[in-house]
């Protein structure tokens, strides 16, 4: 199964023995960019302290000039899983930094689900896994598999520093509206649902009546949809319905359609705790509940209890609670079982901690 990810280990390791280049940072993407926020706030910090040199390693594109260069990279930053690394030598004076693109601590992920003999290799290649709070250590530890916690530095999220810069909230908003020819007095409403292993309930149509939904609120709000990649396989027979609905899927800058947007609903993406630092009202709407807990992931938290937000579990409730003043929710004690800090220097410190050599 691993046999693609040892021969690149293997092949890697012929140029790791170079010497390091100590400008040289190499950032490990996919070529879609889908995790790219935390590696571009990093760089951006990066190039305010010095003259480095940027390497994109593309795990989908390979490439024999960038893969010398990342072995001669004095600094490597990913974001996302990388198996290969179970298998590459790095040199000692190389620093491998996982970023992780998803802040805090919500549904299982990793070792917490699947294979943990392959990441405990890849956590031997790590040498620090940045987080948002001392209270999840534990649980990346078990994700990560890393045995050695003071690998662990709750630093803060880099891409979450984007909300505290100087955005002109209502510029952006007009700039959305215009581009779908919407009426600006209506408020925007983010669908924001997950992928789930268990095909049937992916296609969220089944379970979202647009028709009523539209009915019911349209005069007041539109609804905009972010699906994750894998779902928009199953929603293709709905999409004659897409008058009910704006499909944002592709839209290029996810942050800034949570800053523009007023209500989340989402089910159990960690897009929620990212948009709890706007602290504005999150819905979710979790129709599948009950097989989510028996058959999929599940979660680090309590589901009924612990989330700041409203839960639905059909299209009628989802209506009725939208129809309602929404009910307030203690974002504050939330924010601070998933974040240490939230003041928009996550960037600053993470590349402070790295370039004065990880003290």
Sequence with gaps: MYFKHKVFGKLFNI???SSIDDNLVSFIIDSNKSFSGNL??????????????FNYFYKDKFSINKLKKLAKSH????????FPLAFMNFNKDTTVIQLWHAPGAFKKFGASIEDKEMLLKVSASTDYLITTS????????????????????PLGLPRADYYFENHD????????????????????????PTFRENEEFNNVFNYLNLKEFNENLSDDYILVLRLHPKIKNFYGANITDSEFYIDCSDYENEQELLLISDILITDYSS????????????????????????????????YKNDLPGAIVYDSNQLIECLSCDMPSHDFENFLKTQFDYIDGNSSKRV????????I
């Design 15 to 17: 140029f790791s023995k």
């Design 169 to 192: 909230l209502d510029y952006l908003k007009k700039l959305f509206y215009k581009k779908y020819a919407l009426d600006e007095n209506k408020k925007i409403i983010l669908y924001a």
């Design 351 to 358: 590349v402070d901690f790295i370039l004065n050599g990880g």
């Design 134 to 153: 001392k209270n999840v250590e534990n649980y990346y530890a078990e994700a990560f598999q890393i045995k050695d916690k003071s690998k662990i530095k």
């Design 75 to 82: 600094y490597v930053f990913l974001n996302d899983n990388f």
């Design 40 to 53: 571009n706030f990093v760089k951006r910090e990066l190039e305010k302290r010095g003259n480095f040199e």
């Design 271 to 302: 897009v929620m705790i990212e948009f709890s630092l706007l602290k504005k009202p999150i819905i979710f709407f979790a129709y599948d509940l009950d097989n989510y807990l028996s058959n999929e992931r599940g979660f680090y938290i309590d």
